[in-house]
């Protein structure tokens, strides 16, 4: 793929093939906001006290901790690959993935990589 014809482009796609044809060390910045794995038990309110609707599409769907972490590790191992060294990553999610995704992150990647955690949504399970 020709880094020109990515310029000002959307791809939709499956991020997990499409990030592989991009070339290495391409972007100074990468913004993520991957499925949370957010599958409601209870009924979970903001602090306004209004309601936060389940995710219930499939692409939110993982059978196990196990198999979300290896997604995140597959579509961050990409973004590492197409990120400049001195690139950064911003990745966001909620605390029901944040800290999935933030082991991945130390794991395998080392600290050049930033999270941008949802404090404000999820405060209370009632
Ligand atoms: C937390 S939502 C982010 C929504 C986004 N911020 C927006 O405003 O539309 C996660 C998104 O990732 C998409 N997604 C899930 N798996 C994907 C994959 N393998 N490749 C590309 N997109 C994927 C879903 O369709 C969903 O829109």
């Known amino acids: 793929m020709n880094v020109k014809t990515l310029k000002n482009k959307i791809i939709n796609g499956d991020s997990l093939k499409e990030l592989k044809k991009i070339p290495d060390e391409t972007f100074d910045l990468i913004f993520a906001d991957p499925p949370y794995n957010l599958q409601l038990k209870k009924e979970l309110s903001r602090p306004d006290r209004s309601k936060v609707d389940a995710v219930n599409d499939k692409w939110d769907q993982f059978e196990s901790f196990k198999s979300y972490d290896e997604f995140t590790f597959e579509w961050l ?3 590492k690959r197409i990120l400049k060294k001195d690139g950064t990553i911003w990745a966001i999610g ?3 993935n944040i800290f999935r995704v933030g082991t991945t992150i130390q794991n395998h990647f080392g600290s050049i990589f930033r ?12």
Not at 115 to 126: G, L, P, T, V
Request: aromatic share 22%.
């Open 77 to 79: 191992k990409e973004c």
């Open 94 to 96: 909620s605390y029901h």
């Open 115 to 126: 999270i941008w955690y949802h404090s404000c949504c999820f405060k209370k399970i009632r």
